[in-house]
């Protein structure tokens, strides 16, 4: 091997072990947290924290630093090899890491790529000059005009505003159809609720004392929608629903606002939009989705007994509906449903993943900067 393949594959070693830290951190803390809401605490939040980061980064490059932004479209191009490998194994895993790993940790890997990339960029970006390369040697180097490559960005820059705009267009008109007509939930509802909350957060004050909780004719399955928690709200069908089988839906959705999934979703498709281009994110996005479900059933099922697990599945069947948006729905995809089933009726300990997050870690960082190119 080149001494270039050397530090690549040290490199990787390096930020897969920290990955493994981090995640063992996460857990340590989740499951020894003071307050109960902290143990819902979501990989998710370190992962938005990134994604606030790359926002502030991406806009200083594009509005102080006039000739940086071709740095920043190199970089994007640089990350492309290691986003589409990661995507396209954890495609290919999805099935054995759904019966052999956590749900939690099913979720959380579709997040590693965007973890990781700041990291390795710190550590293999030291130039700024458009001609020279970061510490990996590329595998292949395409030689590019200047002018083709300013056609380039603006085609990627067309299409990440328009799949934004696109998304989130569809979800303020999801929003809209969905609370047209609808109305309070009874007061006998919200007690329900509120009962829950404490339950899970043993606390009476936060944020379930604020969430409004609707019925809505064009609900066809309970759903939560709202990205800030001033916005959030709880919108039931109307179908009448046992005390029982509110409480299953009270906790899932709750569980759901306590991990911000709603936020997630955001995260991941506006991170989607940045790789507007490679099928593989939109088929990752899909997969995603249902791994925060399958999450939020293993936190929900927890400590049910065998008897409550079936009437949690057969919710489940019964509650199947639609989900656009930024939204989180008791059930929604159909796809994913034989997964959360067997999973609800057959519940097993599964292991906490730290061998595949090492090992996807290392292929991130291994192919990470294989094309370049320069401006001719």
Request: charged share 20%.
């Amino acid at each position: 091997m080149s001494d270039f393949t050397w530090v690549r594959l040290l490199l990787g070693l390096l930020i897969g072990l920290g990955s493994v830290l981090l995640l063992m951190i996460h857990k340590l803390v989740a499951a020894r947290a003071a307050n109960p809401r902290d143990r819902f605490a979501p990989f998710s939040v370190v992962f938005l924290n990134y994604l606030f980061v790359w926002i502030l980064f991406l806009l200083w490059m594009l509005f102080y630093e006039p000739d940086i932004a071709l740095v920043v479209f190199r970089v994007s191009f640089h990350l492309l090899p290691s986003v589409i490998a990661h995507s396209l194994l954890l495609l290919a895993l999805t099935p054995l890491l759904r019966r052999r790993v956590s749900a939690v940790t099913c979720a959380e890997l579709w997040t590693l790529p965007f973890l990781l990339a700041l990291p390795v960029m710190y550590f293999t970006n030291r130039e700024t000059s458009l001609e020279n390369y970061f510490l990996f040697e590329p595998w292949l180097v395409l030689q590019i005009p200047r002018l083709a490559l300013w056609i380039i960005v603006a085609v990627w820059a067309a299409g990440f505003l328009g799949v934004l705009g696109w998304k989130l267009l569809s979800h303020v008109r999801f929003r809209r159809t969905l609370l047209r007509g609808a109305y309070k939930a009874s007061e006998a509802t919200r007690s329900e609720f509120l009962t829950v909350w404490w339950e899970l957060c043993q606390t009476g004050t936060g944020f379930g004392w604020k969430l409004r909780i609707y019925r809505s004719p064009a609900a066809d399955s309970p759903i939560t929608v709202g990205l800030f928690r001033r916005t959030s709200c709880l919108v039931l069908p109307e179908r009448e629903y046992t005390d029982e089988e509110l409480r299953m839906i009270f906790r899932h959705e709750l569980i759901h606002l306590l991990h911000r999934d709603s936020a997630a979703k955001f995260g991941l498709v506006f991170l989607c939009a940045l790789g507007w281009f490679i099928p593989s994110l939109w088929l990752g996005l899909g997969r995603a989705a249902e791994d925060m479900e399958l999450c939020c059933d293993e936190f929900a099922t927890k400590t049910m007994r065998e008897d409550e697990r079936k009437t949690y599945a057969s919710l489940l069947l019964s509650a199947a509906g639609t989900a656009k948006g930024f939204t989180t729905c008791l059930s929604a995809s159909a796809s994913g449903l034989r997964y959360r089933l067997s999973r609800v009726l057959h519940p097993e300990k599964r292991r906490v993943g730290y061998l595949i997050t090492a090992l996807l870690s290392v292929l991130f960082v291994f192919f990470y900067g294989a094309v370049g190119f320069v401006v001719v």
